[in-house]
C-alpha cells in the first residue's frame, strides 16, 4: 500500500511539474511573441515615426513677419517635387552673398517655421532657402525616409547651383535636428560648399533611441534603415563647421554635440546655449546664437580661396 501512495505522489509531482513547464514555455512563447511583434512594428512603421508629418497646421508665409519671399516647387524627379521658399538677404549685409540652404526638424512644415526659426534665420543676413522634404506641406505626397530625404537635398542644392547660379562656395548648409542629417550627407558630398551648420544635431538615430531605456532592449542597429549616422559621416566633412545645442537639450544631449565636434575636421566651432532644450534654442537665449552664427557667416571664406 506504501509503494502505491509513493508512487501516486510521485505521479502527482511530476504532473505538476510538467504544468509549470508547460506555463513556462507558454509565457516564453508570449513574450517572445510581443518581443517580436514590436520589433516588427518598429522596423515597418519607423518612417512615420522618424518623420511625423503634422496633417493640419496654420496657414503663413514670410509675408506675416513683412519679408519679400518667393513661392518655390523644386522638382526632385519627373513626378516629384519639393515646397520651398527663397527669402533674399538686405543687400546691406555683409553677407548677401551667402545663402543658407535649412533643412528643418521632423514635427512641422515651412507654414510653421514662420515663428519658429525663419525670423532667426534671416536676421543672420544671408538669402534663405528653406525646403519641405517630400510628406511635408504642399510638398509631393510620400513617406519620407533618409534616402528620400538626402535626395531633396540634392535636388534643393542642384535647384541653386543650376538656376540660381549659386557658386557651392557661397552654398551654407543648415540642418536642425533631422535636418542635421540631410545637411551632414550633402556637406559629405559636397567638399566645394562654403560651410555647415548643425542645430540640436545627433550622432544618429539609433542613438537617440537608446536614450530610452526601454527601447535598449530592441536590436536598434539592425532594424534601422533610417540611422542618419551624423558621427560616421562628420569624419568625411571637410568644410567649416559650426555645431549648437542648448544645454537642456534632452533628445539630443551636449553630449551628442561633444562627440560631433570632436570627430569633426578643423576648422570647427562649438557653441553651448544656456538654457536652452531642444525645442526652444531659436527662442531662448537666441541673441547669443545669432551673434555666433553671424560671426561664422561672415567669416567663413576667410584664409579659404575664392
Known sequence: MADIVARTDIAAVEQEISRHRRLIARIALLVFAIYAAVCAFFYFRQDKMTFPAPASYPRASPLDAGLPFEDLHIPVNKSQQI?????????????????????????YVLEQ????????????????????????????????????????ARAAFDYLTSQREVPSRNIVLLGRSIGTGPATELAKEH????????????????????????????????????????????????????????????????????????????????????????????????????????????????????
Open 83 to 107: 515646397h520651398a521658399w527663397w527669402i533674399p538677404a538686405d543687400p546691406a549685409s555683409a553677407s548677401a552673398d551667402k545663402v543658407l540652404l535649412a533643412f528643418h526638424g521632423n514635427g
Open 113 to 152: 517655421s514662420v515663428t519658429l526659426e525663419m525670423i532667426p534665420l534671416h536676421s543672420l543676413g544671408a538669402n534663405l532657402l528653406l525646403v519641405d522634404y517630400r510628406g511635408y506641406g504642399s510638398s509631393s505626397a510620400e513617406i519620407p525616409t533618409e534616402e528620400r530625404v538626402n535626395e531633396d
Open 191 to 306: 567638399a566645394d560648399a562654403g560651410g555647415l551648420i548643425l542645430i540640436s544635431p545627433f550622432t544618429s538615430t539609433v542613438d537617440i533611441a537608446k536614450t530610452i531605456w526601454y527601447l535598449r532592449i530592441f536590436p536598434l542597429a539592425l532594424l534601422s534603415h533610417n540611422r542618419f549616422d551624423n558621427l560616421l559621416k562628420i569624419k568625411g566633412v571637410h568644410i567649416p563647421i559650426f555645431i549648437a545645442v542648448g544645454s537642456e537639450d534632452r533628445l539630443t544631449p551636449p553630449a551628442m554635440a561633444q562627440a560631433l565636434f570632436k570627430n569633426a575636421n578643423n576648422p570647427k566651432q562649438l557653441y553651448i546655449s544656456p538654457g536652452a532644450d531642444h525645442n526652444n534654442i531659436m527662442e531662448i537665449g537666441v541673441a547669443g546664437l545669432e551673434k555666433q552664427l553671424t560671426t561664422f557667416l561672415e567669416t567663413i571664406h576667410r584664409g579659404r580661396p575664392l
